[in-house]
């Protein structure tokens, strides 16, 4: 018994300085972020888990391998901000880039939805998987984004079994592979501006 506890005393000091380091913005390796039990409700940007319970976790070659099965590929990536230094006699005109074919959600990975909001996300992933939470769900955004982790982790809370988060994101794919633009997916674009 002694040593179960050490381990936890152990477990959770490790645990504490984690969240400290986190909290002071500074970064740790992503091996040592540990899995918040539920959404990670902290900033967007950092530092993510090396893993994601219930999920697969993809580098490239493992999501080059997969594209041929015709995944859902869904980018949570954000909107782009108008910067505030932006010349107002000038047209505003982000474009989103990204892996082809992907459905593209932009806040998809928000910690927190309303009601509205998280049935808009879960009618859509019914319609793209037509019901079958088995299909091969692959989420992503950019590098030490959580979005991505979050929109996995609400899958797999949701009971999909299918689940494969891509920590690289559209960086990772830019390397070697071209991307494409887009546009939001427009009944999640819907669900967005309610």
Not at 86 to 108: C, E, N, Q
């Amino acid at each position: 018994m002694p040593g179960l506890i050490g381990y936890m005393v152990k477990s959770a000091a490790s645990l504490a300085i984690a969240l400290f380091l986190t909290a002071a913005g500074m970064p740790i390796s992503a091996a040592e972020v540990p899995e918040p039990d539920g959404m990670w409700t902290g900033p967007m940007r950092g530092d993510t888990p090396a893993t994601l319970e219930g999920a697969i976790v993809l580098d490239l070659p493992a999501l080059e391998a997969l594209i041929a099965e015709k995944p859902i590929l869904l980018d949570v990536g954000p909107l782009d901000k108008k910067p505030e230094d932006f010349p107002a006699d000038r047209l505003w005109l982000p474009t989103h880039r990204t892996i082809s074919g992907a459905v593209w959600f932009p806040g998809g990975g928000a910690a927190v939805f309303d009601q509205a909001k998280e049935e808009a996300f879960f009618r859509r992933l019914e319609e793209l998987t037509q019901g079958d939470q088995a299909r091969a769900i692959r989420t992503f955004c950019h590098p030490q984004c959580w979005a991505s982790w979050n929109a996995g982790k609400r899958l797999v809370m949701k009971g999909y079994t299918g689940v494969h988060w891509f920590p690289g994101g559209i960086d990772k794919w830019q390397e070697t592979h071209e991307t494409v633009a887009v546009e939001p997916d427009a009944v999640w674009a819907l669900a967005r501006a309610k």
